[in-house]
Nanobody
């Protein structure tokens, strides 16, 4: 159904910046929601950022203020821009997609992404991209 592919990972020095891309293809629904996640060796997967339909976003507490996730709908791409990188940012980064949440509203059922940073709600995942921050 939907396929995701990350690019832009690699090695970065502390204090540096990195721009990653997530290309989305093959989606058969009119709407979908996107987010970024990461997992370091021996640690739990954690949410990095999630995007809402209106363009708003939420970020994980440990990375907030150090990243943005602009989206280019024309290119079906989601980007991850990180700056002021530290060693703790070293991890495998994944982009993921899910169906929106439905909720009741005056006109019927409405939908939103919900700014979800829980990976269990996401159904489609990219292959991951390694980011290594060194001093």
């Amino acid at each position: 159904q939907v396929q995701l592919g990350e690019s832009g990972g690699g090695g970065v020095q502390e204090g540096g910046s990195l721009r990653g891309s997530c290309a989305v293809s093959g989606y058969t629904y009119s709407t979908y929601c996107l987010g970024w996640f990461r997992q370091a060796p021996g640690k739990e997967r954690e949410g990095v950022a999630a995007l809402e339909f209106d363009g708003s976003s939420t970020y994980g507490d440990t990375v907030k203020s150090r990243l943005t996730i602009p989206r280019d709908n024309a290119k079906n791409s989601l980007y991850l821009k990180m700056s002021s990188l530290e060693a703790e940012n070293t991890a495998q980064y994944y982009c993921a997609a899910k169906a929106p949440r439905a909720y009741d509203c005056p006109s019927g059922y409405c939908y939103h992404c919900g700014l979800v940073l829980d990976g269990s709600e996401y159904n489609y995942w990219g292959q991951g991209a390694q980011v290594t921050v060194s001093s």
